[in-house]
């Protein structure tokens, strides 16, 4: 590992130099395992703790098959679905390594009793498979997340409705948050040279995820002047989509449940902004009512803020506990658009204000490759950035994972896998200097 590391670290080594390295028998991995699926039986969600499932283990390289890569990653971040691999809910992820285990020989790589989890990288092309042109060994990369086999014609115009669909480090193994992974060759995508490994690993998931569900037709759509109200403004996924509001013209009015996570999103340019801890919104009277008045006195916010009117699109994801107020809220003709449901996934709303006043809810997951592409594109460009607040080793992965699962971090969590220490891989620092407050904006706080 430590000629591998001094390849990507030394500035004269080729791809020629990359193909001949020796690879290694074995990685350290970030991993669940199978045979301690049921160790938090019976807790509640918020007391099942990552650090005690999450495991660094030494683990053997995969076979290479065609059409993949092999990855050394630099950097990772946390995303989420680490967090529900890692307490097992809603279900273990095992699952799904099984499932796919059982489509070809070679995806039965996939089905193990460990799971090698984690859903981005930025990092460096070791080795390429048969059939693969676009990438060569030395290439720096960074990988989206959508693993699929496109052999239906049902993913042959959006690639997220392919039959055999999946994320990368969730649903399959080999993921991110290890010293090598394993990925499709098409999930590859350039690493934006202005930025750092973990500054470049940060984006990929989240960044995709709300490419698509706000801005794209297959999403919200969304357009210049649209009101667009954001659940968790300052968190993963909200980080992005307040910046894809400004980007594109839209008014965001930013949720957020403190007061410094209200100044990073008045630090984004935010201006509309509402903190749910002070203004104690209460949803939900007891586990199973919920109190319309409630939502009437977010609605009103909402008026105040956008001096009147209400909003085209909510960016929905805190799931059973804001969706009744979410579809509430929502102008007439607007949409509802949800891709998780963090605090429950039985959702309860009034429909006679969806469809009397036909509004349009709409389920969006991940991004399609074109996507993922554009999305990566924009920050590439240095028209939206990255949103890392902490970066952590990979010795440390568990408690950045608690730290999300907790809701104690900022925008994303980063992990250092190969790189030694932050702020390497930098290429080009005129483009850097120009956007450098930008970038850290997160940091550090
Ligand atoms: C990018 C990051 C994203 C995130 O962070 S998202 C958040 C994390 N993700 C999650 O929380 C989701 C985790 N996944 C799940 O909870 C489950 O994954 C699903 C609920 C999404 C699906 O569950 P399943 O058990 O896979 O699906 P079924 O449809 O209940 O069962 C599959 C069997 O049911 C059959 N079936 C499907 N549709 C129908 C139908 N319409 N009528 C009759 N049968 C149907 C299938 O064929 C198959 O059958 P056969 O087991 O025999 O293969
Ligand atoms: N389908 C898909 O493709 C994807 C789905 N996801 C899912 O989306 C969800 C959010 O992911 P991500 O943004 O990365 O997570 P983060 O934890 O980084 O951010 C979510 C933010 O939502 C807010 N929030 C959490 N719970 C509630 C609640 N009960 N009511 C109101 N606001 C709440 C919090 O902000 P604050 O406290 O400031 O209000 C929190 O910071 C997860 O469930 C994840 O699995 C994520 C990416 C892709």
Redesign the pocket.
């Known amino acids: 590992m430590k000629e591998i590391l001094d390849a990507i670290q030394s500035p004269d080594s080729s791809s020629a130099d990359f193909a001949a390295l020796p690879l290694p028998d074995s990685y350290r991995a970030i991993t669940v395992h199978k045979d301690e699926t049921e160790m938090f039986a019976g807790l509640t969600t918020r007391d099942k703790d990552p650090r005690k499932s999450i495991h660094l283990d030494d683990v053997p390289v995969p076979e290479l098959g065609p059409g993949e890569a092999l990855v050394a990653v630099m950097a990772s971040s946390v995303?989420?679905?680490s967090v529900?691999t890692s307490i097992f809910e809603?279900?273990p992820t095992f699952g799904f390594l099984e499932r796919y285990g059982k489509l070809s020989e070679l995806t039965k790589r996939h089905d193990l009793p460990y799971h090698i989890i984690g859903?981005d990288l930025a990092g460096v092309v070791l080795r390429t498979g048969p059939g693969v042109n676009a990438w060569r060994p030395g290439d720096e990369v960074v990988a989206h997340?959508l693993s699929v086999e496109l052999e239906s014609s049902d993913g042959h115009n959006d690639t997220m409705l392919d039959p055999e669909q999946r994320?990368w480090g969730?649903e399959t193994n080999f993921g991110g948050l290890a010293e090598i992974a394993l990925v499709k060759s098409n999930q590859l995508m350039p690493k934006p040279d202005h930025l750092s490994w973990e500054e470049a690993a940060a984006p990929g998931?989240v960044n995709s995820?709300a490419y698509r569900q706000l801005v794209s037709r297959n999403g919200a759509g969304m357009k210049q002047g649209d009101n667009v109200l954001i659940w968790g403004a300052s968190g993963g996924l909200g980080s992005y989509a307040t910046q894809f509001a400004l980007a594109g013209g839209a008014n965001p009015i930013c949720v957020v449940s403190s007061e410094q996570k209200a100044g990073i999103c008045r630090a984004m340019g935010a201006e509309a902004i509402i903190d749910r801890t002070a203004e104690d919104y209460k949803f939900w009277k007891d586990e199973h009512t919920q109190d319309p008045k409630e939502w009437k006195r977010f609605g009103k916010r909402i008026r105040e803020l956008t001096g009147g009117e209400d909003v085209d699109i909510v960016f929905e994801h805190p799931g059973r506990e804001t969706f009744g107020a979410s579809v509430y809220v929502t102008r007439k003709g607007g949409t509802i658009v949800t891709c998780?449901s963090t605090s429950g996934y039985n959702h309860e709303y009034d429909n006679r204000y969806l469809w009397m006043s036909l509004k349009r809810i709409i389920g969006s997951?991940?991004a399609n490759y074109r996507e993922a592409w554009e999305a990566n594109r924009l920050i590439a460009k240095g028209k939206i950035h990255p949103t890392l607040s902490k970066v952590y080793s990979l010795e440390e992965t568990g408690q950045a994972a608690y730290d999300v699962h907790r809701n104690l971090h900022q925008g994303k969590v980063g992990v250092l896998c190969l790189a030694p220490e932050e702020g390497m891989g930098v290429r080009d620092h005129d483009k850097r200097a120009q956007h450098i407050d930008a970038i850290n904006r997160f940091r550090n706080i």
């Open positions: 995303n989420y679905n529900w809603p279900l859903s997340c994320i969730f998931l995820t998780a997951h991940f």
